[in-house]
């Protein structure tokens, strides 16, 4: 989409002419050119496969910004480093029956608070180390009890995204960080237990000890009430920033100051302490997740062969080196995707490049793959699952009959289609066809392909 009016360079959207179609069933490529008029952007802003309709900056919108520019809220998002952490096992699927699987999300939930509001089961620990948390990240918990040092390695960034400082940070935020740590959350967030259904690089598959027929487990939350919290705040700060500059920013929410002004530090501040809370969130669960299965299996962790492949973030403004600059990429609703050789990959994946996670639905498959050299041309991003083609008012009207037939066999825990129909994979687009996208241009390697076999989700 070449550049016109106010937008200061071009915006690019990766669809093949089935996702196109649905451009127009919303306001997302508005968002794109909104978020193009922005000081300081570097050509081209991105739209991933998944692109739909958010809050500033479309879901699965991509963003990269030069330092004498500006940081925006809206650009990364309500929920703070959502993002999707995959476990592998030992285990066969074929071993695990309905009975059993009804048995693990029960006990799973039984350690794991789901929807809106919750709080946490660890409140004695998690209350105690929240300050170390949110500065030090997944280090913390793991000195609390939760996991081992060698997680980090599989973790972006090593669980940590430097320059966080809590008095950045409300109140009203701390408050609610403090006390939901080791929560789920509703929504689209979900804890998925997967079985690997094809291999599609042998090679790449054996680098991240995945093999057909296998047990792994999906977990897909973020920074719970602490990130929306602090959104929500930044939001308005920085909104009356960008008067107080002289900005012009098209609408609300991409509520945006300089990067360097008192107003933007303290956004980066507050939103590095989200991140860090998020990726200790994933760590805590992934610690109850397997309690779970080792109660119900009766064997122990390391008998059932428990690792961590990885964890990535999609709603993050970090910054990387690109084309011999420093840019401050905000990506919401997409995954970073460093591809082999590159000097950020964690050693375990320098020679392959680390695993990229791409949920579907909660009916249809998810996908691991590894970026390329291509990557460049999107600040080595990729699409952070299949994104929604429905609202959720929208969702809503789809019938019981239609819910179950998408479902298919997979277990699910709520105790009414209602209460989760607006995440239906009839409200999802096609997640074989956003993946398909970006194969044929080169820039991801499929490497194995994930069907659920039974799905935790919190109801709203």
Known sequence: MPKFGKMRVDAVVYVNDALKSLLHEDQSLRQLVNAAMLPGVVEPVIGMPDIHEGFGLPIGGVMAIERHGVISAGAVGYDINCGVRLLRTDLEARDLSKETLYKLIERIEHYVPTGIGKKGKHKGITRRIFDDVVHNGVEAVIEAGFGEREDLAYIEDGGRLAGADISAVSKEAQERGEEQLGTLGGGNHFIEIQRVDRILDEELAEAFGLFEGQVAVMIHTGSRGFGHQIATDYTKIL??????????????????????????????????????????????????????????????????????????????????????????????????????????????????????????????????????????????????????????????????????????????????????????????????????????????????RLVPLAVVKGAD
Not at 273 to 278: E, I, Q, R
Not at 320 to 338: I, P
């Open 239 to 448: 909104w009356e920033a960008a008067k107080k500059y002289g900005i012009e920013v098209p609408e609300k929410g991409l509520a945006a100051a300089p990067i360097d002004s008192k107003e933007g530090k303290s956004y980066y501040k507050a939103m590095a302490a989200a991140v860090n809370f998020a990726f200790s969130n994933r760590q805590i669960i992934m610690c109850d997740v397997v309690k779970a299965f080792e109660d119900v299996l009766k064997k122990s962790a390391e008998s059932m062969g428990f690792k961590l492949v990885y964890d990535v973030a999609h709603n993050i403004a970090k910054w990387e080196r690109h084309g011999g600059r420093d840019l401050l990429v905000h990506r919401k609703g997409a995954t970073r995707a460093l591809p082999a050789g590159h000097n950020q990959n964690p050693t375990r994946y320098m020679q392959t490049g680390h695993p990229a996670l791409v949920p579907g639905s909660m009916g249809t498959g998810s996908y691991v793959v590894v970026g390329t050299g291509e990557l460049t041309e999107s600040f080595f991003s990729v699409n952070h699952g299949a994104g929604r083609r429905l609202s959720r008012t929208k969702a809503k009207s789809i019938t019981k009959q239609e819910f179950e037939r998408a479902m298919g066999d997979v277990i699910y825990n709520a105790g009414s289609y209602k209460d989760i129909v607006d995440e239906s994979p009839l409200a999802y687009k096609d997640v074989e066809e956003v993946v398909d996208v970006l194969v044929k241009r080169g820039v991801t390697i499929p490497v194995a």
